[in-house]
Nanobody, 126 residues
Framework: VQLQASGGGLVQAGGSLRLSCAAS????????VGWFRQAPGKEREFVSA???????NYADSVKGRFTISRDNTKNMVYLQMNNLNPEDTDVYYC?????????????????????WGQGTLVTVSS
């Protein structure tokens, strides 16, 4: 599976962005997909993930503001980010994991994801 993230940019606090993750490979629909973010000098942090059937999980810091979704017909995963604040400024990465379970145990550690796209920078100004 190859992944490519896009959609980052500069936005004012309170604004919105939608990140996209385009995937290649005929078996993409069998993978869980996660979004992570990382600031310079910090560890990569879990943001959200979605199972192959659409079950979702979110970090507490983004619950109620971010929504993850996927369109398996287009091999796409999206992260709708609303009410952004400066603390959301990071490089965002999408990743895929060969996971067939439900949302309750969906992987949230970077090490559980074997496929990564390049990052897309999100900058939120105050």
């Amino acid at each position: 599976v190859q992944l490519q993230a896009s959609g980052g940019g500069l936005v004012q606090a309170g604004g919105s962005l939608r990140l996209s993750c385009a995937a290649s490979g005929p078996t993409f629909r069998n993978y869980a997909v996660g979004w992570f973010r990382q600031a310079p000098g910090k560890e990569r942090e879990f943001v959200s993930a979605i199972t192959r059937s659409g079950g979702t999980n979110y970090a507490d810091s983004v619950k109620g503001r971010f929504t993850i979704s996927r369109d398996n017909t287009k091999n796409m995963v999206y992260l709708q980010m609303n009410n952004l604040n400066p603390e959301d400024t990071d490089v965002y990465y999408c990743a895929a994991a060969n996971y067939l379970g439900g949302y309750q145990a969906i992987p949230i550690r970077p090490i559980d994801y074997g496929y990564w796209g390049q990052g897309t920078l999100v900058t939120v100004s105050s």
